[in-house]
């Protein structure tokens, strides 16, 4: 090589020009050109503390790939040479406590994911409806599942009064895409909604929510049911469900890419954040004329009935009775499951706590699921 021509290999020589225990400059100079480039580079105590926390993310990766080798070492290399084939589509939230890899404990290539704020889909959304297209026509997933979550922080916004202030972009785009949930609270006619609608009336200014509020929780499940209903009625959906219809006339089953056509199910969950649990909403849509397999899941009414007697038991010592025991209370409470529940069968408990107004609401859920085990 000439050398003229080491004239235009670039190096980096750092130079420290000031240094202090919690304060440093550094300049880089790129050198090998006709007039070095000079960047000045500044360090201090907080970014060494941001870049320690980023280790987190290198220590757990580290976890995950020790982890995988132990457990599955041919998985990784499996999904890179043959592709994925996840079974299952899942639409949740952004919201960094509900992962799905980690709720579910799925290794990778199980679930096919689209995630955002407060788990929509709308048809408009063309990044939702791509993910929808790809899982369906090319992938052949088997099941599509809508997973909302308790104390979920946009649904808590759509209830709340909305900034009165200057809208900045940031807000803007949020309170924009969280409408649809408002539409939502604005015209259910679900008990616990429209009471805390009744209840919000009077006030000036609507802040969010408690996590137990039964409205708010009630209008965690409708959003997903609105989800899972939008799915359903969607073009890729019914032309998905009139393939399958035509094939099994004609005996041609493909799709898109690979394989035959298989059998979509889409299916309505909800996430407690509190225990981990995950509860079905008993909205399961699937193509004309098949059956629907059971979720694994307990139903949202069973659970909550259980709930709410397990509370009432456990705060009897802060409650008191009331001797004139209405006979549709001693109804409710004939259908108890625990042995708690069937030994205050007799009396109407009053909660002089707040949650005692979400057991009640729980409890009037179990006429929707009479026959679920």
Known sequence: MHTSGLAFVAFAAISTVFTHPTHQVEEL????????????????????????????????NKAFRENIAKSDPALLKTLTDEGQAPPFMFIGCSDSRVSEGTVFNAKPG???????????????????????????????????IVMGHYGCGGVAASIASPPVNQIDAANGAIQNWIEPIREIFRTSNRTEIVELRSKNAALSVIEEPDVTEPGFRALVEENVKAGVRRIAADSVISNHFAALTAATATGKVTRAERGALTDVFIHGWVYDIENGEI???????????????????????????????????????????????TSSAASSMATATTEEMKGSAGAHVVSIKRCEKLCQAKRSLAPMWPNRN
């Open 29 to 60: 100079r790129i050198v090998g050109r006709a007039q070095s480039a000079r960047i000045a580079r500044e360090t201090t105590t907080e970014a060494a503390t941001s870049v320690a926390g980023l280790e987190l993310l290198s220590t757990g």
């Open 110 to 144: 199980t679930l096919f994911t689209q995630r955002n704020i407060a788990n929509q889909f709308q048809s408009s959304d063309a990044n939702a409806q791509s993910v929808l297209s790809y899982a369906v026509a090319e992938l052949g997933v088997n099941h599509i």
């Open 279 to 325: 509860r079905d909403l008993g909205i399961s849509v699937g193509p004309p004329g098949k059956a629907i397999p059971a979720p694994p899941f307990d139903a949202v009414a069973k659970s909550a009935v259980a709930s709410a007697a397990v509370h009432e038991v456990s705060t009897s010592a802060a409650t008191h009775e009331i001797a004139n025991t």
